[in-house]
């Protein structure tokens, strides 16, 4: 493993970023296999959201998620076909499906919440609370940055 000053001197910030999502994502599923669970990271960021709202629309489920409407379908397909989340029109609108958990969801969701802050503590071991905050906010820039900028 390269020490601290060797990657940083080898890689750029959008690189450095690209890296730690790699490892934080190979250790969430590290994680959730160890404790016996079937999820992807992009499986939990999708369960999440539903179970805060108790429903979801797709296009909201992109939107919380960051995730186009390709990516969050293909999601929604996997999370149904493992009996986790149903699709149920929407009583307004019945061109929108609503996304709800199934009682087997909301089991997995329960279930993943000590593998998510088992992770949390392993991404932040030995980082001051300090230093994590101070690298939200300059993501959290960073973002502001580019979303305003003219393309």
Partial sequence: MADKESLQFHMNLGMLINSAHRAMTKRFVQNAHESGLDISLDQWMVLGPIW?????????LGD??????TSVTRIIDTL???????RVPDQLDHRVNRVILTNAGKQLFYD????????????????????????????????????????
Avoid: H, W, Y
Wanted: hydrophobic share 35%; proline share 3%; net charge negative.
């Fill in 80 to 86: 149904e076909k493992k009996n986790l989340v149903v």
């Fill in 64 to 69: 919380m998620c960051l995730k186009d409407k």
């Fill in 52 to 60: 805060q709202r108790g429903d979801a629309s797709q296009k909201e």
């Fill in 112 to 151: 993943v919440l000590p593998v998510m802050e088992k992770t949390r503590e392993e991404v932040k071991k030995n980082i001051p609370d300090e230093d994590i905050e101070i690298f939200k906010n300059v993501l959290s820039s960073i973002i502001i940055n580019l979303e305003n900028e003219k393309g």
